[in-house]
């Protein structure tokens, strides 16, 4: 059974920084891509990141470009998200996804990865 589990939200200064982490099993980690996404209130949930976990190849949206850093340690099956120079409209339920992909993640969006874990909130205030 694939589960991924997001953590590491919290509330946090404008300016400040946090990371999220993204704890997988149940599928071969390097086999799969990783996608982080976010999804604020009344808003759509939107991608922020991702990255292949064979190459390590990442992507980014200009959004958060320069300022997030996407990450994964096999070993620990484990992706990561540092998110800093935070910013207001950075605040929502941030959440990771994984799913087998034949192209390098930039190619896909939120609804074509099968699996989700639980999302964790963020919270930057001004």
């Known amino acids: 059974e694939v589960q991924l589990q997001a953590s590491g939200g919290g509330l946090v200064q404008v300016g400040g920084s946090l990371r999220l982490s993204c704890a997988t099993s149940g599928f071969p980690f390097g086999g799969y891509v990783i996608g982080w996404f976010r999804q604020a209130p009344g808003k759509e949930r939107e991608r922020v990141s991702c990255i292949n976990n064979w190459d390590r190849r990442t992507y980014y949206e200009d959004s958060v470009k320069g300022r997030f850093t996407i990450s994964n340690d096999s070993a620990r099956k484990t992706s990561y998200l540092q998110m800093t120079s935070l910013k207001p409209e950075d605040t929502a339920v941030y959440y990771c996804?994984?799913?087998?992909?034949?192209?390098?993640?930039?190619?896909?969006?939120?609804?074509?990865?099968?699996?989700w874990g639980r999302g964790t909130q963020v919270t930057v205030s001004s």
């Open positions: 996804a994984a799913e087998r992909l034949a192209l390098s993640c930039e190619n896909y969006r939120a609804y074509e990865y099968g699996n």
